[in-house]
């Protein structure tokens, strides 16, 4: 199974940025990194993938290490409502996700 | 219409009853999927279906038996469950083939307890 190493938990202040870091060193050259949030009593929420190139999207950035064994999730500026856990994973374009335990980010107001 | 519904919110039902997840989309999305997650862990897939073909099975028990009616329609039958699968369900949905490397829109969930 493709394995992801994510801290347990972080805090950040509110409006301030927030960098969640994984570690993914068994990825292959064709896999996708991706991440996924779950809100409190929610489903979870795409938030953005990537393969080799830094990404940017409304909600987060994405920065990939040249050797792509590790990537971190930027929020630029975190809000009250950005509290989730925060799932990355990595899979080789198919439908399977598998989800690591996550990262249980909490906001500072 | 961004949204995958899942019908009810909560069941709870006895080890001997026979009941049903429900969940749909309208989004033109032809991957659909089931997942549990018990509490405090991260999702685990159960089943993918793939223009209307279950795809995958990651093994789950035949007390667990999905559904794939139509292009928007996604069924879990559940007979004889024990207490441990109280948990989660989530469906998911995306567009499935030739598009894989794309976002898995998910359900709030059927909170399911088995008594």
């Known amino acids: 199974d493709a394995k992801t190493t994510q801290p347990n938990s972080m805090e950040s202040n509110e409006e301030e940025p927030v960098h969640l870091p994984c570690n993914h060193s068994t990825i292959s050259g064709t896999d996708y990194i991706h991440w996924y949030r779950q809100l409190p009593s929610q489903g979870p929420e795409y938030v953005i993938h990537?393969?080799?190139s830094n990404v940017n999207n409304r909600m987060a950035s994405l920065a990939i290490a040249e050797d792509r064994k590790s990537s971190t999730l930027i929020l630029h500026r975190a809000t009250l409502r950005d509290a989730a856990v925060y799932y990355c994973?990595?899979?080789?374009?198919?439908?399977?996700?598998?989800f690591g335990t996550g990262t249980r980010l909490t906001i500072i107001p | 219409d961004t949204e995958v519904t899942q019908t009810p919110k909560h069941l709870v039902m006895g080890m001997t009853n026979k009941k049903s997840l429900k969940c749909e989309q309208h989004m033109g999305h032809r991957a659909m999927y089931w997942y549990k997650q018990k509490a405090k862990k991260p999702p685990e897939l159960m089943f993918v279906y793939s223009y209307e073909k279950l795809s995958i099975n990651e093994s789950v028990p035949s007390r667990f038996s999905p559904e794939c009616p139509n292009s928007s329609l996604l069924n879990l039958h559940l007979h004889a469950l024990q207490p441990e699968d109280s948990a989660l369900y989530l469906c998911?949905?995306?567009?499935?083939?030739?598009?894989?490397?794309?976002?898995?829109?998910f359900g709030p969930g059927t909170r399911l307890t088995v008594l």
């Open positions: 998911a949905s995306s567009q499935g083939r030739p598009l894989l490397v794309v976002e898995q829109f």
């Open positions: 994973i990595f899979n080789f374009g198919n439908e399977k996700l598998t």
């Open positions: 990537g393969l080799t």
